[in-house]
């Protein structure tokens, strides 16, 4: 991992938090929808901002 300043972890740090909330909150939306056509986009959108979070947090390591 190259050497990040404080700004730019601050940025990364601030995109973790907003893909780990999309995440939650599209899957609420999947355990409230009924919507047999939207509820696999609801999923959908919910595993791409865990794969979003994953891919920043290892992005870290």
Do not use: R
């Not at 990364?12 to 929808?33: G, H, P, R």
């Not at 986009?41 to 947090?57: I, R, S």
């Amino acid at each position: 991992m190259a050497n990040l300043t404080s700004k730019e972890l601050a940025g990364i740090s601030d995109q973790l938090n907003f893909e780990k909330v999309l995440c939650c909150k599209y899957q609420a939306a999947v355990q409230e929808c009924t919507d047999a056509d939207l509820k696999p986009c609801f999923q959908q959108y919910a595993d791409q901002h865990k794969q979003n979070y994953d891919c920043l947090l290892n992005y870290l390591k």
